[in-house]
């Protein structure tokens, strides 16, 4: 309900600045987070996904059988199923933490306009 609450709230309190916060150090410091954030985790998940062609391709110890007619080649392609939704829950958690810094300076704003 709390949410709720702060949403009916913010919309009491004048529009806040835009262009003041864009400029803001603060700003650029949690978009410079975001962007880094966004970066590794891409860069990561590319060499995770493409490993799989090159393990596969060129090297042959994912071709053994662990269990069954199952060989590490399939456990690899599955494991690329957890690490998206691994990713994914990383990226919520940062971004939820990225809009509280951002809701931080808007509050900060408005305090200091009125």
Same mark, same amino acid.
């Given at each position: ?13 004048? %529009?806040?600045?835009?262009? !003041? =916060?864009?400029? $803001? ?11 880094? *954030? ?21 090297? %042959?110890?994912?071709?053994? !059988? =662990?269990?069954? $007619? ?11 199923? *957890? ?30 306009? $009125?």
């Amino acid at each position: 309900m709390s949410g709720t609450r702060e949403k009916v709230q913010s919309l009491n309190h004048p %529009n806040p600045d835009w262009e !003041k =916060i864009a400029s $803001s150090p603060e700003f650029r410091t949690v978009m410079q987070k975001k962007k880094r *954030f966004s970066i590794l985790a891409t860069i990561f998940f590319c060499l995770y996904y493409f490993a799989l062609p090159v393990f596969t391709g060129y090297f %042959n110890f994912l071709n053994t !059988k =662990i269990f069954g $007619s199952m060989n590490g080649a399939y456990l690899f392609a599955l494991s690329q199923f *957890f690490v998206a939704w691994i990713l994914a829950i990383l990226y919520v958690r940062h971004a939820n933490k990225l809009d509280r810094d951002i809701q931080k300076l808007i509050d900060q704003q408005r305090r200091e306009a $009125s």
